[in-house]
């Protein structure tokens, strides 16, 4: 398990440093999820 979470943390490092939202873009990121995993009508 160490050696397969080095490789995904490798992997992650070598696409670049993450990007950070603001408040807002968090915000409406969340609200795009809101309805995540429930069953559609």
């Known amino acids: 398990e160490v050696e397969n979470l080095s490789e995904l943390y490798l992997r992650a490092l070598s696409v670049g440093e993450p990007v950070l939202l603001t408040a807002d ?9 809101v309805g995540y995993g429930k069953p559609r009508r």
């Open 25 to 33: 873009e968090f915000a409406d990121a969340q609200c795009q999820f």
